[in-house]
């Protein structure tokens, strides 16, 4: 079952989603608006960020960011070794906790359809 959160709705209507398949892809989902046709487009992460710098892709980055700084301490991270091996981590989880952040009903749908 997909996951998804919202990320951002313009005042026209259009709607994008911050999606999680049941294979583990991540990627944006936008929904144009009914007057622009309707039409639902799937943006891999990378190629969405680098489309501009709307309200969209700002609300992602400011996603991505509470991710990194939960506002309490700063990290140092020392330079990587010959052998060091980077820790895979839930792109969406609460730092630390392997937990997705909470989201209210409006932000948060089990289901979405392709």
Request: glycine share 12%.
């Amino acid at each position: 079952m997909a996951k998804a959160r919202k990320l951002y709705c313009s005042p026209n209507g259009d709607r994008w989603y911050l999606i999680r398949d049941a294979s583990g892809e991540v990627f944006v989902r936008h929904e144009a608006n009914l007057a622009s046709g309707g039409h639902v487009a799937h943006i891999e992460i990378g190629p969405f960020l680098g489309s501009g710098r709307g309200p969209e892709q700002q609300e992602l980055l400011r996603l991505i960011g509470t991710l990194v700084s939960d506002g309490t301490a700063q990290a140092s991270v020392p330079p990587a070794g010959p052998h060091d091996v980077p820790e895979l981590v839930d792109p969406l989880a609460t730092p630390g906790t392997g937990v997705l952040p909470p989201v209210t009903p409006e932000d948060d749908i089990d289901a979405v359809s392709s």
